[in-house]
Nanobody
Framework: QVQLVESGGGLVQAGGSLRLSCAAS????????MGWFRQAPGKGREFLGG????????YYADSVKGRFTISRDNTRNMAYLQMNSLKPEDTAVYYC????????????????WGRGTQVTVSS
C-alpha cells in the first residue's frame, strides 16, 4: 500500500490561489490513479477530481471544473492540486488518495488516503 502526505494548505483570501502537493512513498505512484477530495465541517467527503496513472487524462467534479487543475509527476512520486479563484465555500480539509481503479476514487472508496491539509478561504 502507498503512503500519502499532503502539504501546501493554509489561509488565503477569496480570489486567491493555492497549490497542494501530495507526496507518495512505500510504493511507486505510477501504478495508481490519484484523486483529490475535500471535507468541510459537517459534510461528507467530496470527490474533486482524479488523474489516471499515466497522467494523460483528468476528471473533475462540476463544483471545481475550470478552477482546479490536477497534475502528477511520477518521476518524483508526486501529485498536485492547483486551486485558482478560491471561494469561501472552498474552505475544507483537502485529501489526496490513490487506488488502482479510478472508479474507486470516484465513489470515495480508495485504497489509500493521506491525512489531509486544511485550506481556509477568507471573504
Amino acid at each position: 500500500q502507498v503512503q500519502l502526505v499532503e502539504s501546501g494548505g493554509g489561509l488565503v483570501q477569496a480570489g486567491g490561489s493555492l497549490r497542494l502537493s501530495c507526496a507518495a512513498s512505500g510504493r511507486t505512484v505510477n501504478v495508481y490513479d490519484m484523486g483529490w477530495f475535500r471535507q468541510a465541517p459537517g459534510k461528507g467527503r467530496e470527490f474533486l477530481g482524479g488523474i489516471i496513472r499515466g497522467g494523460g487524462s483528468t476528471y473533475y467534479a462540476d463544483s471545481v471544473k475550470g478552477r482546479f487543475t490536477i497534475s502528477r509527476d511520477n518521476t518524483r512520486n508526486m501529485a498536485y492540486l492547483q486551486m485558482n479563484s478560491l471561494k469561501p465555500e472552498d474552505t475544507a480539509v483537502y485529501y489526496c488518495a490513490a487506488d488502482q481503479s479510478l472508479h474507486q476514487l470516484v465513489i470515495v472508496k480508495p485504497e489509500s488516503w493521506g491525512r489531509g491539509t486544511q485550506v481556509t478561504v477568507s471573504s
